[in-house]
């Protein structure tokens, strides 16, 4: 069974990827997520997941980085996870079967 990761969109957008990969209510959802990644603390933090899937047992991991995410990724203990963009390029290099859900495009720089 293949993983899926998805990389950190913005805000709500976030969900509506999860909404769209999932046909209907999952049993439970295992996501990991990490401090940083702005999307996934507001959907956690408002409860935007469990609304939309009441029947759903939805379980937030924190994550300390992206390695340790991904690595959890691919043994199974967590279904879904938001992380930058340099993880997951070395966890496919050590042949982690991952799958790409949705990308934000770089951070402006700062003035």
Known sequence: MRNIIKLALVGLLSVSTIAVA?????????IGYQKGSI?????????L???RYPQSK?????????????EALNVGSIDLGSTGDIPPIF??????DL????VEPP?????
């Open 99 to 102: 799958v790409y859900v949705g």
């Open 58 to 70: 939805i379980s937030w991991v924190e994550f300390p980085a992206g390695p340790q995410m991904l």
């Open 22 to 30: 999932a046909e209907s209510s999952p049993e439970a959802l295992r």
């Open 107 to 111: 951070k402006p720089k700062p003035k």
């Open 39 to 47: 999307g996934m603390v507001l959907a956690k933090s408002h409860q």
């Open 91 to 96: 966890a496919q290099a050590a042949g982690a």
């Open 49 to 51: 997941l469990e609304k």
